[in-house]
């Protein structure tokens, strides 16, 4: 019985990622990749060698999955706090509206995916915020009062 050694891989391939499918991890997604990317070369006949094809399966997927991992590591040399400070940095003079009001001088604004603690007058829920600057994770607030003698066009 002649089986095509690319049709194991493929089959192999198709099984990790039905695994993946199930498992959630990501861990079985590169593996199914990359035994379709062998399938693929042995079909082509690029490696005929069944060691020469699970070396390159075996680099593959290890190679993938290191790279995924590290897709957003912060360079070690940048301290971890830079980060948050620059993005609360970003949001100054910018203007929001309230989702839930500022009560005793406290509240919470959802800014794009994060919730940030915000520092400012007591406002109702749906008043327009200013960002005036920001104190480590709480950004300071103001009511925003649009000026009379600012035109529109």
Known sequence: MNIH???IWLALGLMFL????????????????SALVVGLVAW?????????????FAILSIGSVIAWRHRNVVPRDLPARTL?????????GR??????PIKNGIGDLRIDDV???????DLSK????????????????????????????
């Open 126 to 153: 749906g008043s327009r915020i200013c960002v005036l600057n920001s104190d480590g994770g709480t950004l300071n607030v103001n009511e925003f009062v649009e000026s009379s003698f600012i035109l529109r066009y």
């Open 84 to 92: 948050p400070v620059a993005r609360n940095d970003s949001y100054k």
């Open 5 to 7: 050694i690319f049709w």
């Open 18 to 33: 039905t695994v993946e499918y199930f498992a959630k991890g990501l861990v079985f997604l590169w593996a199914g990749i």
């Open 44 to 56: 082509r006949g690029v490696v005929d060698s069944g060691i020469g094809q699970s070396f390159l």
């Open 115 to 121: 919730r940030w603690r915000l520092s400012g007058p």
């Open 95 to 100: 203007i929001f509206t309230l989702d839930t």
